[in-house]
């Protein structure tokens, strides 16, 4: 049929360049150092390596964080943006998709130059002040601020989806009720919105976790997960670690992804929940 | 519907006053750095302050002369991605917005895989599964094809899937035309702008892609985000920023025009 | 169980963008619990005014009074005023309850009282068994009890309803209409009720306001705008008249076309005036000849249930429209005349309105 035929380019490719090197990636995790025998033991020095735990656990942290603070950012600028009849809209918009286009180094590289040991924050305190003051590059800090730097736009892109369904009404009608401003925002919009705030946060976390970019730029002992996975595979030519990493990795990211999406769409209201959206696991 | 209504000589609405606020906020932490880095991508000896030492156009024109060779060969890799997406993505896109067939939610979601996945584990997967490609630069050019596929589809399915479009192609074959003349004729022009937006998306996400890149270059396949990777690690700061300004001139235009052509609504494909 | 309060509108005037007036010049008094009904076609700001009233919307010009006070510029939040939009605008996210408990949320009474004040709310509007069900699952009608029950729940001082029933079937609105009317009446509160529907406000309301373009043709009770009409708009849109003129031929009598005549009050002496017939007015008599009476020609026949609807022409006058018991064969001429017992309502002299001498309560 030629209709089938039309699938056969990208299954093609796809089984060849994804699901084969994913399944040999698996294989390599369960492999022992010989090569030969079938073991979980990867997983299990995964499990017990404290480096490793440690590792999750800065992830999980830093990811949940800048979802966090993006999210309280970016939930009133979507509401803006979308609703918006000012002439500067559509330049603020773009404005706000600037960081998509980045690579995570180009990113950390920014937060270098604000707060680095020669960045322009240190030396403005240090021409008032005779001190160096918020020289936070490579700290929590200053990853978290990269971090949330390639969130903006994922998640305004996501929320602003929904935003557009909002009727002006309901909005009025509290008011009249009673709702202050800040009221609108946490007792009408943000219940509104719920499902759409889980999916940005589902993509948000997807691309915290695999972020690498940033990371790699940034980080002087934070260790978060792909920089555990790139020191075991290019430092200590440890594959068999770094497929069981980056396996666990892939599976944690891809749950977050069209776990909580599937959720926001199913279990929350039916509301028009956008499929993963630009950029996906990669910052 | 009510429309948004501008009120005029009182109050304005708080509550867009609200998300104005935080809209400036955020477009002044996205905007921000880059005048910074043309400042000291211009400064003679930036840890002594803003342009201390003098302006100078030295960094640029010696980080040009570095990165040269590496941004042409991301040009052309970038290109080469672009054909092959075209040539694979085209046919899928066509397949997910026209037809409907068992496998369907399959299908897309094996297409968007490469999204979920974090790109260093798709590299890894790839090394380990063929690993004399590697040098070559084949897995390079593969698995930049595998990441920015999704989006090229995810971009036209929405154009191809337009109910105006569909009776227009059928309205042309009642009047005679094949299948190819309907393609050139009919199809191509009506999806004219998300085709433009589709192919400078890939382009630019080929461009600045690094995570996979990272781990699947070699010394004669080298792309230019993986050349500004080094130069953080061994530059100095002005040179650094130098490079990373010519970077920028390579994919914030672009991404400017993607924007422009309506390429936002790829969030709610 | 409400404090109801006066609205004033002095020479209220709003404009969208600038120069695009909605709202012209309004001039309104409504008075404590009543329950004034704003009518007109669409475009002619009736529900701007509502918007107004709100706070949704700040007059470009004039004041608007509350109970005395100039809430003009002040936030909705802060103005005790229930606002029902067409849409009705329920919560869909909450249930029954939560809806109807809302304002008070906001105005953070105690949770007793909450509970107290939802219950009785539920019901006075006869929703009480939909308490724990979410909006998502009532129907039309269902839904509008909830928004007023949810209006009302606050115990405002104004109550504002934009079209309650222009969304529900044809069937249901003169029974939800009745249903309506006795609760304002049961609670009270000051209503502005919006429709664009003659005979809803006819039936609703303690006085009604016929708008047009901006500006207030006619205020007063029902009666008056029916027998009195200010101006051939009214008399047109709110009584569903046709509006022809007259000689007068003696005193309490019109000539109409050739060969009608009709009597109208003795007050009328002006030698030329503006009459409004109704299709109640006239009757055709198939058995009389036509030159002994006025002539009508039917070009249209339409089955209207207990009478069959006659579009056509008065010969001399204009077009009509008049009803009869029985089918007529289109294209002949009959014989009209005013129906025995009946006067014919004239509209006052001054064609331009002075708006002002209508508008006092």
């Not at chain 1, 009404?169 to 759409?196: F, K, M, N």
């Not at chain 1, 670690?241 to 776990?259: D, E, N, P, Q």
């Not at chain 3, 709003?14 to 619990?33: R, T």
Request: one cysteine or more.
């Amino acid at each position: 049929m030629l209709t089938a035929s039309l699938a056969v380019p990208v299954l093609v490719l796809f089984a060849l360049a994804l699901l084969a090197p994913l399944v040999i990636l698996l294989r390599q995790s369960i492999l022992d150092e010989s090569g030969s025998r079938l073991t979980l033991e990867n997983y299990a020095a995964v499990i017990r390596s404290l480096a490793y735990r440690r590792a999750l656990l800065n992830s999980t942290l830093i990811a949940f964080a800048s979802t966090l603070l993006a999210l309280v950012l970016c939930f009133p600028v979507a509401v803006y943006i979308e609703r918006s009849n000012s002439r500067y809209r559509d330049a603020l918009a773009v404005a706000l998709t600037i960081p998509l286009s980045l690579p995570g180094i180009v990113i950390g590289f920014f937060v270098i130059l604000f707060f680095g040991l020669t960045g322009v924050v240190p030396q403005v305190f240090l021409l008032f002040t005779g001190e160096r003051q918020l020289n936070f590059a490579y700290t929590f800090g200053g990853m978290l601020l990269g971090y949330l730097y390639f969130q903006i736009p994922r998640v305004v892109l996501v929320l602003r989806g929904s935003v557009s369904g909002l009727s002006q009404d309901v909005i009025d009608v509290s008011r009249t009720l009673g709702a202050t401003p800040w009221r609108v925002y946490l007792d009408v919009l943000l219940p509104a919105l719920l499902p759409a705030i889980v999916s940005a946060a589902s993509v948000s976390l997807a691309t915290a976790f695999g972020a690498f970019g940033t990371a790699a730029t940034l980080s002087r002992g934070f260790r978060v997960l792909p920089l555990e996975i790139a020191a075991s595979f290019t430092e200590s030519f440890r594959p068999e670690r770094a497929a069981s990493l980056s396996i666990a990795l892939a599976l944690l990211t891809t749950a977050l992804l069209i776990g909580l999406g599937r959720f926001a769409e199913r279990r929350l209201q039916p509301q028009g929940a956008p499929d993963a959206a630009r950029g996906g696991a990669q910052a | 519907m009510t429309l948004l209504r501008r009120t005029r000589g009182g109050p304005a609405d708080p509550i867009m006053a609200i998300g104005r606020a935080f809209t400036l906020v955020a477009v002044v932490v996205c905007l921000a750095p880059l005048p910074l880095l043309m400042v000291v991508a211009t400064t003679v000896n930036w840890p002594l302050g803003f342009w201390a030492g003098g302006v100078t156009l030295n960094w640029l024109r010696d980080g040009w002369e570095t990165v040269r060779p590496y941004a042409f060969f991301s040009v052309r890799l970038a290109l080469s991605v672009l054909a092959i997406d075209l040539a694979i993505g085209l046919p899928a896109a066509w397949l997910l917005a026209r037809h409907q067939f068992v496998g369907r939610q399959a299908l897309t979601t094996l297409i968007n895989l490469p999204l979920a996945i974090p790109g260093i584990a798709i590299a890894l997967a790839l090394i380990l599964a063929y690993p004399t490609a590697r040098a070559s630069g084949l897995l390079l050019l593969i698995g930049q094809v595998v990441y920015t596929l999704p989006f090229l589809v995810a971009t036209l399915v929405p154009a191809l899937a337009q109910q105006a479009l569909i009776e227009r192609e059928a309205a042309a074959r009642t009047l005679g035309a094949s299948a190819i003349q309907r393609l050139w004729y009919v199809t191509l022009p009506a999806i004219r702008s998300a085709l433009l937006a589709a192919l400078i998306l890939v382009f630019t996400l080929s461009m600045g892609e690094f995570n996979v890149s990272f781990f699947l270059f070699t010394p004669l396949n080298k792309t230019l985000p993986v050349e500004l990777y080094s130069a953080y690690i061994t530059n100095r700061v002005e040179v650094a920023a130098a490079i990373t300004a010519i970077f920028l001139l390579f994919v914030v235009p672009a991404a400017i025009a993607i924007e422009r052509l309506g390429g936002s609504k790829i969030g709610q494909a | 169980m409400t404090t109801a309060a006066s609205v004033i509108f002095e020479h209220i005037a709003y404009a969208y963008a600038a120069g695009h007036l909605v709202v012209k010049d309004v001039c309104l008094a409504v008075q404590p619990g009543e329950i004034v009904v704003l009518v007109g076609p669409s475009g002619c700001g009736k529900s701007t005014l509502l918007r107004l009233v709100a706070g949704l919307l700040i007059p470009t010009a004039g004041r608007l009074l509350i109970d005395g006070s100039d809430m003009s510029t002040f936030a909705p939040e802060k103005r005790l005023v229930g606002w029902v939009p067409q849409s009705y605008a329920l919560f869909e996210h909450l249930n029954v309850r939560d809806n109807v408990a809302f304002g008070l949320r906001m105005r953070r009474a105690k949770r007793e009282l909450i509970r107290q004040r939802v219950s009785e709310m539920l019901e006075l509007c006869r929703i009480t068994d939909l308490a724990n069900r979410p909006v998502t699952q009532l129907s039309g009608g269902q839904r509008q009890r909830v928004a007023i029950a949810r209006a009302l729940a606050v115990s405002p001082r104004v109550l504002l309803l934009d079209e309650p029933l222009a969304a529900l079937d044809p069937q249901l609105r003169t029974a939800i209409r009745a249903d309506l009317q006795a609760l304002l009446r049961a609670s009270g509160v000051t209503t502005l009720f919006v429709t664009h529907d003659q005979e809803e406000a006819m039936a609703v309301a303690d006085r009604v306001a016929v708008l047009r373009a901006g500006q207030v043709e006619q205020f007063g009770t029902p009666q008056e705008l029916w027998q009195t009409p200010a101006n051939a708009f009214v008399a047109q849109f709110f009584g569903g008249a046709t509006v022809f003129t007259a000689q007068r031929v003696g005193p309490g009598r019109v000539r109409l076309a050739p060969g009608l005549e009709a009597p109208v009050a003795l007050s009328h002496d002006a030698q030329t005036l503006q009459i409004a017939l109704r299709s109640q007015d006239l009757e055709i008599l198939p058995e009389v000849a036509p030159d002994e009476a006025g002539q009508f020609v039917p070009a249209a026949m339409e089955f209207a249930g207990d009478a069959f609807k006659l579009t056509g022409e008065l010969v001399g006058a204009g077009a009509l429209t008049v009803l009869h018991d029985r089918p007529v064969t289109l294209g002949q001429r009959y014989a009209i005349r005013v129906k025995p017992g009946r006067t014919i309502c004239v509209i006052s002299q001054n064609h331009d309105t002075d708006h002002h001498s209508h508008q006092r309560g």
